[in-house]
């Protein structure tokens, strides 16, 4: 099969891509953390937060990695993407507007967990996908 110069050149970005939608999420984790923090002065409060977030990956993870093996994964990939972009700015925009700090976080991060939770499955076997061509 011969790809065309622009599909082997997204190709070879999935890896960076893979890792900024890593670094966005894990940057919105941490500032989360440090808003509750100062808006509820507890460790406690990051102490679950942390709980929520690690709750669906672990749980999710072993059937989103079938769903990726039977869907397209570069379509499950740009929606998961698209989905965490939109989430990512919801919670600013929820802030902004007067929300809880607290369930805004909370919720804000439990969801981009779970669309973690399909994305990296995703990105994984596009990864997986792309070295076998390129050995070929």
Sequence with gaps: MILSHHSRRAERLLVPAAFATALGNNVQLIVGAL???REQQTMM????LFIVVAGPQALLSPFFGRLAD???RRALWIGCDVTSA???LG??????CGGAPGSGIYSANLALAMVGALFFPASSALIV???????Q
């Design 35 to 37: 808003l509750l923090i």
């Design 91 to 96: 919670l600013p925009l929820w802030l902004a």
């Design 86 to 88: 939109a989430l990512a």
């Design 45 to 48: 409060a990051v102490g679950w």
């Design 129 to 135: 996908d792309r070295n076998a061509r390129t050995a």
């Design 70 to 72: 039977r869907f397209d």
